[in-house]
């Protein structure tokens, strides 16, 4: 049993935080239907879309997406293997190469992403541009609080 009870704020931030975790299965599983017919999934789309935002290493693309380095290598390679990302010289980093999306890469996530705006145009409309922008700050905000912290209990 719990020795410490959690206070009312503290009861808000656990059901805030077991609504995220659900949230980020059900994007994971929308996001695999709209990357399916493209051959991907929404773990590969992540790391294809990193790749894409700006040339970036393996290290720093799980920086972003709040990854595992070694998974985010393991699927690196894949793309690059499939022909989809190459790795190009660091001028920062001798050993951490750079991901590039290559045509191909960039031809996958153009299909993804027209999919993926039907989708988060009918998501947005249903909910509402002012609600999500707050619900943006406030996920925004736990972040920069949980870095802060060092993600300490």
Do not use: C
Not at 47 to 52: Q, R, S
Request: proline share 5%.
């Amino acid at each position: 049993m719990n020795s410490t009870p959690r206070t009312p704020s503290g009861d808000a931030f656990a059901e805030l935080a077991i609504s995220v975790l659900r949230l980020a299965g059900h994007l994971t599983s929308e996001g695999d239907k709209l990357a399916r017919p493209s051959g991907q999934t929404s773990a590969r789309w992540q790391v294809l879309a990193a790749a894409n935002h700006a040339p970036m290493s393996v290290a720093d693309a799980a920086r972003m997406l709040g990854l595992a380095r070694q998974g985010v290598q393991r699927i690196a390679d894949l793309l690059e293997a499939e022909g989809m990302i190459a790795y190009r010289d660091n001028p920062v980093h001798q050993r951490a190469k750079l991901m590039i999306p290559t045509p191909k890469g960039e031809a996958v996530l153009a299909d993804i992403s027209s999919r993926q705006a039907v989708w988060t145009n009918a998501l947005g409309a249903d909910i509402g541009e002012e609600r999500l922008k707050q619900a943006t700050a406030l996920v925004s905000d736990v972040i920069a609080l949980l870095k802060e912290r060092g993600a300490q209990p």
